[in-house]
Structure formats: structure tokens, C-alpha cells
């Protein structure tokens, strides 16, 4: 229902305005207090500009005053990251807001990749979320820390990555719950590794892959599957230490690779300094 009355006297203005970076720097220049940056925001906010990822929000740019003149009281992270992208962007920018309002600025809670999923009506968001993310770091960055932040993906491009193939995240994250049972890798670790080596072998008949890794039965030494089954769980200083995220897809896929290649191999193993392997491709004949 919308309510017709006159502006409350002193409310701010909104204006959609198209910030370069040379106009983010004045408007830094005027900043009323300058809060301890978040460089990691900054560098997530400026990969999405570079990406044309860029999403145009009710959130932006608040000033106390004019454009020309008022002091800056809430945009920091935006501005910075649209020098550091070096791209103008369209944001909105609230003049007149009484620098009074400045104590309860950005103290909502941020929207959760899981939030985003959440309209999809999938089930296990939160492993649905995890699978499609580590998928995105597969993609993009194989060989880097898939943690800190470097490694975060914006919520716009997982929704947009399930759009694209929800039926296989889907069924990636039914096979990651089965799988995490019987071999040494989490539910999520199965899950990217299923989908990547499954969508660059789309010919290949996985049923026996997973029979196998299901069963165990009628496995012969030398069998990856039998391989992976027996992986176990790295040991620090006495301790049980699970394999980093990175770690278990990739020895999901050496697994994987030496099964499809009908290779034999006992012991699995990752070195430190190895390289992600590369799923091997198996495409339907044309």
C-alpha cells in the first residue's frame, strides 16, 4: 500500500549517478570519519566491477550535503573499489543525510549465498551453495587457496551458475551425501568432484564408478575406486586433520582419471606443490 504525503522535511535525496573514479576520490577526500577498511571487501567489490558483475542496488553513496559539497558519510568500500577497478559504475547517492544517521549505517545483516539459493526450493542449501562455490574455484582458480579473500564468489554469479545447470548441482549434491560415506572425502568435496569430472565426461556410464565406490565389492588391488575407498585421513602432530577442500577434489579426480584410463593404482597421493589434475573428456561421438 502506498501512503501519499508530503516528504518529511531534512529526508534525503536520491540521485542515480554514474561515479568515476576520479569523482570517488573527491568524494573520499570529504569523508566525515574514516572507518578501518575492509580490503577484502574492496577487492570482492572490484573483481565484480572488472567482471561486469556490477549489480545496481538501493545500497550506494550517502552525503551529508550537495554532491559538490557534502561530506561523505557511508560508501567507503564502493568508492574504493570503483578506483581500484578503475570503472565507472552507476550508484545511487543520498544527499542531505543528517550526519546523525551515521552511528546505525550498515548494521544490517548481510545476505548469505544460502539467502540467495534460497528462492530455488532446493533441498541442503548450505552443501548446495558449498558444491557450486568450489566448482567456481575449480573453474577459476585450480591451482590457488580456495579459502580467504581471494577465493569468495558473489552471490549473483551462484545463482546464475545453478540457473545454468541445476540439474546437474542437483544431482551432484545427491551424489556428494552418498558418497561421503563411504570414501574419505566430505559430502562437498564428493559433490565438486562428481560434478567436474562427470560434465567433462558426459559418455562415460558413471553407475559403475559409483557402485563401485558404493560397495566395495569385487574390487581388486589395484583399482582406483578401491584406492579411494582406502585414502585416509591426513595426521598432525597425532591429531586426525581432514584434507583441504582443494586437496579432496583433486584426489577425487586422480582417482577418477586412472579408472576412466583403466589404469591401475593403489595409493593416492598429493603433494604439496602438484597442480590440480585435470579432469579427463570424454565426449559423445557426433
Known amino acids: 500500500m502506498v501512503i501519499?504525503?508530503?516528504?518529511?522535511?531534512?529526508?534525503?535525496?536520491?540521485r542515480l549517478i554514474q561515479v568515476t573514479p576520479e569523482l570517488a576520490e573527491i568524494l573520499l577526500s570529504r569523508a566525515v570519519v574514516n572507518r578501518r577498511l575492509d580490503w577484502g571487501q574492496v577487492d570482492f567489490l572490484a573483481d565484480s566491477?572488472?567482471?561486469d558483475e556490477w549489480q545496481l542496488t538501493h545500497q550506494g553513496i550517502a552525503l551529508d550535503g550537495p554532491l559538490d559539497t557534502g561530506r561523505l558519510l557511508d560508501g567507503q568500500h564502493r568508492l574504493n573499489a570503483i578506483i581500484k577497478a578503475g570503472i565507472s559504475v552507476w550508484i545511487y547517492v543520498f544527499e542531505g543525510l543528517p550526519e546523525t544517521a551515521?552511528?546505525?549505517l550498515d548494521t544490517g545483516k548481510r545476505r548469505s549465498g544460502v539467502d540467495t539459493l534460497s528462492s530455488?526450493?532446493?533441498k541442503y542449501l548450505p552443501l548446495l551453495h558449498s558444491t557450486i562455490r568450489h566448482v567456481l574455484l575449480f573453474k577459476n582458480m585450480p591451482d590457488s587457496s580456495w579459502s580467504g579473500n581471494r577465493a569468495r564468489i558473489a552471490n549473483g554469479r551462484i545463482l546464475a551458475a545453478y540457473n545454468e545447470d541445476s540439474d546437474m548441482y542437483r544431482e551432484a549434491v545427491?551424489?556428494?551425501?552418498?558418497l561421503s560415506k563411504h570414501v574419505f572425502a566430505s559430502q562437498t568435496g564428493a559433490a565438486v568432484g562428481y560434478f567436474v569430472t562427470t560434465e567433462a565426461a558426459p559418455a562415460v556410464k558413471v553407475d559403475s564408478w559409483i557402485d563401485g565406490l558404493t560397495s566395495g565389492a569385487n574390487l581388486e588391488i589395484g583399482d582406483p575406486r578401491l584406492a579411494l575407498i582406502k585414502?585416509?585421513?591426513m595426521k598432525r602432530r597425532g591429531r586426525k586433520r581432514r584434507y583441504t577442500m582443494r586437496e579432496q577434489v583433486a584426489i577425487y579426480i586422480k582417482a577418477w582419471n586412472?579408472?576412466?584410463q583403466e589404469e591401475k593404482i593403489e595409493?593416492?597421493?598429493?603433494?604439496?606443490t602438484e597442480e590440480m589434475p585435470i579432469p579427463v573428456e570424454v565426449k559423445f561421438d557426433r
Open 4 to 14: 501519499d504525503g508530503e516528504i518529511p522535511q531534512g529526508a534525503p535525496i536520491p
Open 49 to 51: 566491477i572488472i567482471r
Open 102 to 104: 551515521f552511528p546505525v
Open 120 to 122: 530455488t526450493g532446493e
Open 174 to 178: 545427491a551424489m556428494g551425501r552418498a
Open 231 to 233: 585414502v585416509p585421513h
Open 258 to 260: 586412472a579408472w576412466v
Open 267 to 272: 595409493n593416492l597421493r598429493l603433494k604439496k
